[in-house]
């Protein structure tokens, strides 16, 4: 069992930035793909991007490619999202999950763990 919990939400103009953090415990990250997901207000919950255990390999949802940038500190049991230029679309309540598959994958149904979310809000 992976208990997950993010951090790091907030509201920022568009054009900004924030860091996201997805702290783990129970069992180590190192063991799972980890992924990030958004839900906004109304809408179905949205793949953003998954990382595969080592950190080699990556899956962008092609509206954030250039602007969100995710990384994992297997020692620190905890994963990130930076996202620059943030724009109002962007906002939503992110999610971390975690995923014991082998592939890369982007469905919710893919993952197995998932943490409680964190609000980010861009103001045009």
């Known amino acids: 069992q992976v208990q997950l919990v993010e951090s790091g939400g907030g509201t920022v103009q568009a054009g900004g930035s924030l860091t996201l953090s997805c702290a783990a415990s129970?069992?180590?990250?190192?063991?799972?793909?980890m992924g990030w997901f958004r839900q906004a207000p109304g809408k179905e919950r949205e793949f953003v991007v998954a990382m595969s255990r080592s950190g080699a390999r990556l899956d962008y949802l092609d509206s954030v490619k250039g602007r969100f940038t995710m990384s994992r500190v297997n020692a620190k049991n905890t994963v990130y999202l930076q996202t620059n230029n943030l724009k109002p679309e962007d906002t939503a309540v992110y999610y971390c999950a975690a995923s014991r598959g082998i592939r890369l994958v982007r469905g919710t149904n893919d993952y197995d763990y998932w943490g409680q979310g964190t609000q980010v809000t861009v103001s045009s």
């Open positions: 129970g069992r180590t990250i190192g063991n799972y793909n």
